[in-house]
Structure formats: structure tokens, C-alpha cells
């Protein structure tokens, strides 16, 4: 695939990419989409670069849906990374003469790169990711075991879970994370994790109650050791009305 890019980097806007983080909640745990690519051992965030015919929002959705094959799922802009020195030395000699880029090419590609940071929360099981090639690996990865990644990719993950953690007193999360019908610890675990703390269970059932998301079902959860809980839904109407008008409330 970089090949092919550099085939044709003209047709590229030069010194700028994007880099995506894909949030997903499965076992309660967050997890986050990596790629590695062949000729490294460490992983990656899905990124590329933009097209200069396509608008940057635009060309977000296509780098995700070129690098992983994921598409139908709203990103959101988070921040931009541009350290004087962030891909310096990124692309070695011998890495360059592996992929065999080489004159020009090589040039363009080690360039300063400043990179646009999308975030996007995801349902883990409607979610399939396909390599963009067969030497390629994508794993969903626990946000808490994230092995070494390249660059300053930490940092840009990083920055996409402090946003994520800050946007949750603005905005209600759950309705891509979780199963269609649910239990209230349920959607506690999901903020806890999130949040990486415990919260009280009776505050937050009233808090999470006062938002006015959810109904309750007349269903319990079936195959549990004790009493079963109430199973409740979003209701999407009112989900799409909070995320409009925001929320002012802290966890």
C-alpha cells in the first residue's frame, strides 16, 4: 500500500497524515485497534495521508476504511501532533531499502509529518477489521496492555482516552459499546473502565437515571448466579437529544 502511495505522491498532501483510534468494549475491558506491519516488531495506530482532493474529514474515513477496511462509523477530531522531531529517524536506511524506496520518494516519505488525531467508539462485535495485505496484523488490544508502539503513538492514544474521559461529563457514551439490551452494572463497568476508577453504584444509577436515555425493560438478565437484574435499552431518540444538547455533569 505504501508503495503504491509513493507511486503517486503528488497526489498526496505533503508533511500531513492522519492517525485513527478505535475504541471498542468487549469482556468489560476497552479495547484499541492496532496494526503491525511487516518489517517492524513494534504496532501501530491505522493511519495514512490525505489526498489532496479530498477534505480532511473525508480522507479520515478513507485512510480507516483503506488501512483496517472498518467504515460506517463517525470519527471525531481530537487534537494534531507536529513535534519538530516526531518522525525523525522513523524511517531508517535499512528500513527504506527494505521497502525499496528510494531518491525522491524517500524524501517526500521523511519529510516532518504533522498528524490529525480521529477517535471513534465502536460496536466490538458488528466491527470486523481485515489486514490491508496478508503480512499485515490487526488485533484489538486491551488499552491497558498496548505493546510498544511506533512514534509518538502513546501520546496521540493517550490523548484520545484523556478526551474520551473528559467527554463523558459533556456527552453520554454506551450506545456503540454496548449490546442492544443491557443491566445498569453493566453500563457501570463501562464508565468505570473508561474512567479507570470505581464509582458509586447508587450515584450513579441516579445520575445516569436523570439523564432520561434509558428504559427499562420488563425483561431480566437470564443465566446469572443471583438475583437478576433489570434489563434496560437506549432510547435512541432521546440518546440523539443529550448528544445534541450536551450534558454538564461530572463522574
Not at 165 to 189: C, D, S, W
Not at 195 to 217: A, E, H, P
Request: glycine share 6%.
Amino acid at each position: 500500500m505504501l508503495k503504491d502511495i509513493l507511486e503517486n505522491y503528488e497526489n498526496y498532501q505533503p508533511g500531513l497524515s492522519i492517525d485513527c483510534v478505535i475504541f471498542g468494549f468487549h469482556d468489560n475491558q476497552l479495547k484499541v485497534l492496532l496494526i503491525k506491519i511487516p518489517h517492524r516488531e513494534t504496532w501501530s495506530l491505522p493511519g495514512g495521508f490525505i489526498p489532496v482532493n479530498q477534505d480532511i474529514d473525508v480522507a479520515a474515513v478513507t485512510v480507516l476504511n483503506e488501512r483496517t477496511g472498518v467504515d460506517g462509523i463517525f470519527l471525531r477530531q481530537f487534537a494534531t501532533f507536529g513535534k519538530v522531531k516526531r518522525n525523525d529517524q522513523h524511517f531508517s536506511k535499512e528500513a527504506l531499502e527494505y521497502l525499496e524506496i528510494f531518491e525522491e520518494k524517500a524524501k517526500w516519505l521523511t519529510r516532518r509529518f504533522v498528524t490529525i488525531g480521529y477517535y471513534a467508539l465502536v460496536d466490538f462485535l458488528k466491527t470486523i477489521p481485515k489486514p490491508a495485505n496478508k503480512d499485515e496484523i490487526i488485533e484489538w488490544i486491551d488499552h491497558k496492555e498496548v505493546p510498544e508502539l511506533i512514534l509518538d503513538h502513546k501520546e496521540i492514544l493517550g490523548k484520545a482516552l484523556a478526551t474520551l474521559r473528559m467527554e463523558l461529563n459533556l456527552m453520554p457514551v454506551g450506545y456503540n459499546l454496548l449490546p442492544e439490551k443491557f443491566t445498569i452494572p453493566e453500563l457501570q463497568k463501562l464508565y468505570e473502565t473508561i474512567l479507570d476508577k470505581k464509582l458509586d453504584r447508587r450515584n450513579f444509577l441516579r445520575k445516569i437515571t436523570n439523564i432520561g436515555i434509558l428504559t427499562k425493560l420488563d425483561e431480566k438478565k437470564s443465566n446469572v448466579a443471583h438475583k437478576a437484574p433489570n434489563l434496560y435499552t437506549f432510547d435512541k431518540d432521546k440518546y440523539k437529544e443529550v448528544l445534541k444538547n450536551g450534558l454538564n455533569q461530572g463522574w
